[in-house]
């Protein structure tokens, strides 16, 4: 039997063992949610910072089912990321010498809106997924969610909160890993390292885990930790294109904070004081008119432009008739690839209402705010919230390996689907809408402190440099954070396929 045919099969055959492992990761927080503190409950376990139970799971399940070859290859990071690492250590090749792959999937969740996924499905629990099928209000379902598969196809379905974001792509990845170890006597590891990375904190600070694990790890590591290729497993769906793309890019963003301090006053009397609500909506509206003119905005034909909108503010006030002491408003700032964040800071910086807003003799200060909240280890973050976007070359080996991928090995076992949403035996390959972990892995084409071999055929778009990355994964971008998230189980397959089957077709690219 081939590498491309023994793949095709276990990935076909471990289908029910996916499923099963899906739905307990996603069931998980429900033994703590409802769970006094003071009994080890925690009413926040499964989001950001709060995955302990959920990675300890997927720690022990990934030893039991032999997704490592011993139980030292899998354990956390510093930062409370769950890694695991196979290989093949009798192919007679020098660690230094290996393709060093990197799966990376994150395990938080938004937050579950239980009562609201009780009233609206009927018959959906975040948790515990289908729990009546009787009473299930299909017709909210299909309104609400961007695709469905014809009713008679709903018996494939994983529901729950998580089960397409990103929750199946982990599960994808512990698979995979399994795959590998049981074809290594047909080269599936061959000079092959694969660092499986089930991430925390994304959802609250993406890329923000392995941000760490760049600041933290790879200074001074060797040939064998540095990734030559990344592989995201975040949901590569369309409703209206097709299921399990293979996507190459994304725009990034970053959060731009303003804080325009005045002076305080009675109402009555403005002149007495500063008002920074006046001045601050200045800034606001000029923002957004040059916005609107396209003034200081990249762009990139692939991912398309970047953009700017106002999306959250408060107030410090003494009272509602009086002028307040402070306003703090942030944009949201989506970075396409190659825009440069502090030039972007700096646009907001320069604007002329923000010189008026300082000549009047008000405060403002513009910033990238920080996230520095501990992950479920207790180790910060301590990174500012900016996340770069990212473009790997169609062209690029580590795409074309992909795509082989998915021919060789997805594309035989893929069955028929309908619908806009459906698979496709076709690889199609296109961006993310949304971000992924994939933002926390540039660094700045400045930053000469992390020494990478030309060997690793890293990307460079003249701000960033980092490692090639693609991404495939289950579920549909337009189902994500919505009530009645779910996943096709069928889309497994080709994913688990095509993770399984990349390393050596990556490897044999390279030479």
Same mark, same amino acid.
């Given at each position: ?24 990761? *996603? ?84 937050? !579950? ?53 990103? =929750?199946? @792509? ?10 590998? =170890? ?84 009675? @109402? ?14 200045? *800034? ?13 905005? @990249? ?61 009047? @003799? ?6 990238? !705010? ?101 991404? *495939? ?13 779910? *996943? ?17 077709? =990556? ?5």
């Amino acid at each position: 039997m081939t590498l491309d045919s023994r793949i095709s099969e276990l990935a076909r055959k471990y289908r029910p063992l996916a499923i099963e492992i899906l739905q307990e990761t *996603i069931r998980v927080p429900a033994d703590y949610v409802d769970r006094p503190e003071e009994a080890g409950g925690d009413p926040l376990c499964g989001l950001s910072n709060h995955e302990g139970p959920r990675v300890e799971y997927l720690r022990a399940k990934i030893v039991e089912i032999g997704a490592v070859e011993k139980p030292e290859d899998v354990g956390f990071d510093t930062f409370g990321n769950l890694v695991w690492i196979v290989q093949d250590r009798t192919d007679g090749i020098a660690a230094a010498d290996k393709t060093v792959v990197y799966y990376d999937g994150h395990t938080d969740t938004v937050k !579950p809106l239980r009562n609201r996924w009780h009233e609206a499905t009927g018959g959906l629990d975040p948790y515990d997924g289908l729990v009546d099928a009787s009473k299930l209000n299909k017709e909210f379902l299909r309104s609400e969610l961007g695709f469905l598969p014809p009713d008679d196809e709903w018996h494939h379905l994983v529901w729950g909160r998580g089960s397409a974001d990103q =929750l199946s @792509g982990v599960v994808s990845q512990v698979i995979a890993t399994k795959i590998l =170890l049981e074809t290594r006597e047909l080269g599936s590891l061959r000079g092959v390292i694969v660092r499986s990375y089930a991430t925390v904190t994304e959802e609250d600070n993406d890329g923000g885990s392995m941000m760490h694990v760049k600041r933290h790890e790879w200074p001074g590591a060797g040939a064998d930790v540095i990734p030559d290729a990344v592989i995201l497993t975040e949901g590569t769906g369309c409703a209206r294109l097709g299921a399990v793309g293979i996507y190459r890019g994304q725009r990034g963003r970053m959060q731009i904070e303003v804080e325009v301090t005045g002076k305080s006053c009675h @109402g009555s009397m403005p002149w007495e004081g500063r008002n920074p609500l006046e001045f601050g909506a200045a *800034i606001i509206v000029e923002a957004a008119e040059r916005y609107r003119k396209g003034v200081d905005f @990249g762009k990139d034909e692939f991912l398309g432009g970047g953009t700017r909108t106002a999306s959250w503010a408060t107030l410090q006030s003494p009272s509602d008739c009086a002028v307040p002491e402070r306003f703090t408003f942030r944009f949201d700032r989506r970075l396409t690839a190659g825009e440069d964040p502090q030039k972007a800071l700096l646009h907001v910086e320069t604007l002329e209402s923000v010189k008026k807003a300082r000549e009047a @003799g008000l405060q403002v200060v513009v910033r990238a !705010p920080y996230y520095d909240e501990p992950s479920w280890r207790g180790t910060k973050a301590d990174n500012p919230q900016i996340y770069p976007g990212w473009v790997t070359p169609e062209d690029h080996p580590a795409i074309v390996a992909a795509v082989d991928a998915y021919k060789s090995c997805a594309a035989p076992i893929i069955e028929p689907t309908t619908g806009t949403g459906a698979m496709k035996k076709e690889p199609r390959v296109a961006r993310w809408i949304f971000s992924t972990d994939g933002v926390g892995y540039p660094v700045p084409v400045s930053d000469t402190s992390l020494k990478v071999s030309e060997k690793k055929r890293w990307v460079s778009d003249g701000t960033f440099k980092y490692p090639p990355m693609l991404g *495939i994964g289950p579920g549909h971008e337009q189902n994500t954070h919505k009530i009645g998230e779910n *996943i096709d189980s069928r889309e497994f397959d080709p994913v688990i396929a095509t993770l399984a089957r990349f390393p050596s077709r =990556l490897r044999e690219l390279k030479g």
